[in-house]
């Protein structure tokens, strides 16, 4: 059997796992015919409490899109485009995607020269210029929402403040884009110019709010959208808002540090491996050297690629949690 056949039956096999991993997780009847009744129920009900209750799982829907689509996207350049705009350093698509190719062109030239084995050289390339700036993206991503998710409730605070003082909604908003530094200035300035160029509150605020994607911008949301059609005290509703918010920074710093050890565990039995694989072939490329050249060594590797991916995935979900 040749190297290709082998590669064909590895990526077959993959394949069907994901195949039956999909279909084990797919939705039961019991609960799409649950859905669909509280759908109905939210639609034709006129509670406030149901109300809000649909627009939080709008909101929790909107973080969880299907597929490659990214909340407030329609294909995959737009999420794509949407994903580097909320690093907040002003990357272009065509950037990021000759960022990629030359970086895969880079480690599959260097991987040949030291190897001498094509396809190898390839699939590392191919794996190392989609991977990593896909990682180092998503890395800029969580950090400017941590920085962001910090400073929000002071920003709300700001808010209520400014509320108090007698000042409207959206002069308050033009106060929190300039006193306040960091992604939560820059957005809450994005707001106040769709504003000015004739967008309304909410549709301004919503727009932001599906270039985020957090929850804590969807509370906020939702909350001047339930305000608005109920009434109310404003300023209270939203320093009730910025306490709950303070809260759940709080729990997910616990969660944090109690799963420290567990995370920590995790990234050492997924990585040990291949270190020790990069240090003996360092030292001695031809006791290894086999995995690059024997059929059955290639194919012994790419099963044990594809089941340590399984266990990190396993690890990964385990020390998950969602708040």
């Known amino acids: 059997m040749s190297v290709i056949q082998l590669v064909i039956v590895a990526a077959g096999l993959m394949f069907l796992a994901i195949v039956g991993a999909l279909m ?3 939705r039961s009847p019991a609960k799409e015919a649950q859905r669909r009744l509280e759908a109905v129920r939210f639609r034709h009900s006129e509670s406030t409490t149901a109300k ?15 597929m490659h689509k990214i ?27 000759y960022t990629s190719l030359g970086l895969g062109l880079a480690v599959t030239v260097l991987l040949f020269f030291k190897t001498g084995a094509p396809l190898l050289s390839l699939g590392v390339g191919v794996i190392a210029g989609a991977g990593l700036p896909h990682m180092i993206v998503n890395r800029l991503i969580k950090k400017r929402i941590d920085q962001f998710n910090a400073k929000f409730p002071d920003c709300i605070e700001l808010l209520v403040r400014g509320l108090r003082s007698g000042l409207p909604v959206t002069e308050t908003l033009g106060v929190v884009a300039t006193e306040i530094p960091g992604p939560v200035g820059a957005e809450f300035k994005g707001v106040v110019e769709r504003i000015k160029i004739g967008r309304t509150m909410e549709e301004a605020l919503q727009e932001t709010a599906d270039r985020l994607n957090t929850a804590e911008f969807q509370f906020f949301v939702i909350t ?5 059609e109920t009434g109310g005290n404003l300023a209270e509703t939203l320093s009730n808002l910025a306490d709950v918010l303070r809260k759940r920074s709080q729990m997910k710093l616990k969660i944090r540090a109690m799963s420290s050890e567990s995370k920590a565990s995790a990234y050492i039995v997924g990585a040990l491996p291949f270190l020790v694989f990069l240090a003996i072939w360092w030292i001695n490329p031809g006791y290894v050297g086999g995995f690059f050249t024997e059929d059955r060594l290639i194919v012994t590797g790419l099963g044990g690629l594809v089941w340590m991916s399984i266990g990190g995935f396993i690890m990964a979900k385990m020390v998950s949690f969602e708040i």
């Open 24 to 26: 084990l997780n797919g």
């Open 52 to 66: 809000v209750e649909s627009q939080l799982k709008k909101a929790i829907a909107a973080r969880k899109p299907k």
């Open 71 to 97: 909340a407030g996207s329609g294909s995959r350049a737009e999420a794509l485009a949407l994903r580097l705009d909320r690093t907040g350093h002003g990357w272009t698509v065509t950037q990021y995607l």
């Open 224 to 228: 001047l959208a339930i305000q608005r």
